[in-house]
T-cell receptor, first 112, second 113 residues
Framework: KQEVTQIPAALSVPEGENLVLNCSFTDSAIYNLQWFRQDPGKGLTSLLLIQSSQREQTSGRLNASLDKSSGRSTLYIAASQPGDSATYLC???????????FGKGITLSVRP | SAVISQKPSRDICQRGTSLTIQCQVDSQVTMMFWYRQQPGQSLTLIATANQGSEATYESGFVIDKFPISRPNLTFSTLTVSNMSPEDSSIYLCSGAVAGNTIYFGEGSWLTVV
């Protein structure tokens, strides 16, 4: 059974800092990995999708990497801003059109 | 991309009643899923909504409690039946598009009293 872990559960950083959010998964036979953002009282916003054959994806200040063999992914946020404060969730799928297995998320607070 | 709309966005429900949540996608999606997010927890898949046939439920979820319909490629409903306080959660609809990016609605926040 696939398990996704995100540690720590919460993180507080000063504005402007570069930071890395970690995600690990137990079964390396994934199809893809997706990072989401969830703001309080809101649904999930897709940030980046990495296919199993890819090593990284970039969107603006965000860069996600994937090391499938070691069961790890990182989300790098450059020059963090207070607007980046949210919960960041990592999720993996085992096949095309398969369900997502989620981690519990990392709640990020960026202090002005 | 896909934009997913859910109704209602919030509701307070009486114990023992049922509530149907609607999910509308602005484009055709290959798959539609329903998730639950209990307070302080991550998301758990309830079922995969199949067009024109019975939904596929995950372990621990049954059709009598969570009947699901998907009459076409862009619409689905989830009913939470005979509600109890333990059903107080966020219920999220999601859809998978080509390339397998999965998009989520804003969620339906249910409180059962």
């Amino acid at each position: 059974k696939q398990e996704v872990t995100q540690i720590p559960a919460a993180l507080s950083v000063p504005e402007g800092e570069n930071l890395v959010l970690n995600c690990s998964f137990t079964d390396s036979a994934i199809y893809n990995l997706q990072w989401f953002r969830q703001d309080p009282g809101k649904g999930l916003t897709s940030l980046l999708l990495i296919q199993s054959s890819q090593r990284e994806q970039t969107s603006g200040r965000l860069n996600a990497s994937l090391d499938k063999s070691s069961g790890r992914s990182t989300l790098y946020i450059a020059a963090s801003q207070p607007g980046d404060s949210a919960t960041y969730l990592c999720a993996v799928t085992g096949g095309a059109n398969s369900k997502l297995t989620f981690g519990k998320g990392i709640t990020l607070s960026v202090r002005p | 991309s896909a934009v997913i709309s859910q109704k209602p966005s919030r509701d307070i429900c009486q114990r023992g009643t049922s509530l149907t949540i609607q999910c509308q996608v602005d484009s055709q999606v290959t798959m539609m899923f329903w998730y639950r997010q209990q307070p302080g927890q991550s998301l758990t898949l309830i079922a995969t909504a199949n067009q024109g046939s019975e939904a596929t439920y995950e372990s621990g979820f049954v059709i009598d409690k969570f009947p699901i319909s998907r009459p076409n490629l862009t619409f689905s409903t989830l009913t939470v039946s005979n509600m109890s306080p333990e059903d107080s959660s966020i219920y999220l609809c999601s859809g998978a598009v080509a390339g397998n990016t999965i998009y989520f609605g804003e969620g339906s926040w249910l409180t059962v009293v």
